[in-house]
């Protein structure tokens, strides 16, 4: 009887001279030692090798390894969501009685964060214009541990003044961790203007085909990396084997992906401007841009994939150009190869009151446009109908 083979001892990978080219997908949760000395020696550090995918797994190095590449870092941590990324960078560092300053046109689910989730565990939170590097200065408590910035404002596409920033948490000993989702490293490289945290939603552009969840936070610093990465281990912000996969994927064709929606959003940005019931078009650099300068200096002639827009009208006509559109998704995410279009009043600002909104600029005819990378002809013919439909409501 004990010599019957048993269905459940895994067969041995099938011995092969060639090698795949693919990298494998390693769905493993756990992984076998041969002994208690080198399980002892990997634990430690001394030995290479997982154990355990909750605390790291291949699929995840290889995608963190190349997201290194493009930031200019090293042992950055895939979690399994961008927001997992901004919790585990904000709380693997902070603690009670701390302060953070934030942006005040942070991505909503970071405004959340900071603005309910920090403040039950003792941290102190508040916002300052981003555009203003004084306001940064003037809002800086004796007990401001960081500043939590994005470069390229959601979905106003205000630029922040990273510099002015950076040099006023340089001053006062303030950690500087910047969300580069929207821009990009193909845009902007935070480590090289002074941020001490790189943080990205994976699941936006860089992985770019809108079927993996993830996220990504990198620091120089050691006992910050150390501390990031015990904190996401131990609460569990594990990504899927699948999704590290799908997304290394992806990133193989993300420069070219992004070149060509960079291009495309510019041009779609100056037809925009062209058609009548367009009332404001917002592109980092264009000349009627409020923040053009600033934009050209940091990002240089790279305006990033995109573009808002506000029509003539109300709710009403808004409804009538998403109708307009009907092969433009309406989607509330961005940086997917096929352009999405999406409507903060009915979505990511609709829990602000009217005023607020207005503040922002933010109206019922405000679009935000995720441009993708169709052929731009296509783009052109699609949003000109679309914004003709809004207008003959
Ligand atoms: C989408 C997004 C996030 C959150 O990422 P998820 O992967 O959706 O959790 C954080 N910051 C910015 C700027 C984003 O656009």
């Known amino acids: 009887m004990s010599d019957t083979p048993s269905l459940v001892r895994r067969t041995p990978w099938p011995a092969s001279a060639s090698r795949p080219v693919v990298t494998p997908l390693q769905p493993s949760v756990v992984y076998a030692s041969p002994d208690p000395d080198t399980l002892d020696a990997q634990y430690a550090g001394t030995n290479p090798g997982f154990t355990y995918a909750r605390e790291g797994h291949p699929n995840a190095q290889v995608l963190a390894e190349k997201i290194d590449m493009l930031e200019g870092a090293e042992g950055g941590l895939i979690t399994g969501s961008g927001m ?10 902070l603690k009670a009685g701390d302060h953070v300053l934030g942006g005040d046109q942070l991505y909503g689910r970071s405004l959340r964060l900071m603005g309910q989730d920090l403040n039950r565990f003792g941290i102190a939170t508040s916002l300052a214009d981003s555009t203003d590097a004084r306001a940064f200065a003037a809002a800086i408590r004796p007990e401001t541990k960081m500043i939590l910035l994005e470069v390229v404002s959601n979905p106003t596409l205000r630029v922040a003044d990273i510099e002015g920033i950076a040099a006023v948490a340089r001053e006062k000993g303030v950690l500087l961790a910047i969300d580069n989702t929207f821009t990009t490293p193909r845009g902007f490289r935070p480590f090289e203007h002074g941020a001490d945290i790189v943080i990205h939603s994976v699941t936006k552009i860089l992985s770019g085909h809108s079927d993996a969840t993830l996220g990504y936070t990198a620091t120089k610093d050691p006992a910050l990396r150390k501390a990031i ?27 070219l992906r992004y070149d060509r929606a960079e291009a495309n959003a510019a041009a779609l940005a100056d037809h925009l401007a062209t058609l009548p019931g367009v009332k404001k078009v917002l592109y980092p650099t264009r000349s009627d841009h409020p923040d053009q300068n600033r934009a050209v200096s940091l990002l240089g002639e790279r305006g990033g994939h995109m573009v808002s827009f506000v029509i003539e009208g109300d709710r009403a006509q808004a409804n009538a150009l998403t109708r307009g559109a009907p092969d433009l998704a ?3 995410t961005l940086g997917d190869i096929g352009t999405t279009l999406s409507h903060p009043a009915s979505s990511s600002h609709r829990a602000l009151a009217p005023e607020a909104r207005a503040a922002l600029g933010i109206t019922e005819g405000f679009f935000r446009v995720s441009v993708g990378i169709e052929d731009i002809g296509l783009l052109k013919s699609e949003f000109s109908k679309a914004v003709a439909a809004s207008q003959a409501v």
């Open 229 to 255: 990465y015990d904190f996401a281990v131990t609460t569990g912000m594990t990504p899927s084997p699948f999704d590290c996969w799908l997304a290394e994927r992806g990133l193989y064709s993300f420069e």
């Open 330 to 332: 309406f989607a509330p």
């Open 84 to 93: 997992a990324a901004v919790t585990a960078a904000l709380m693997g560092v």
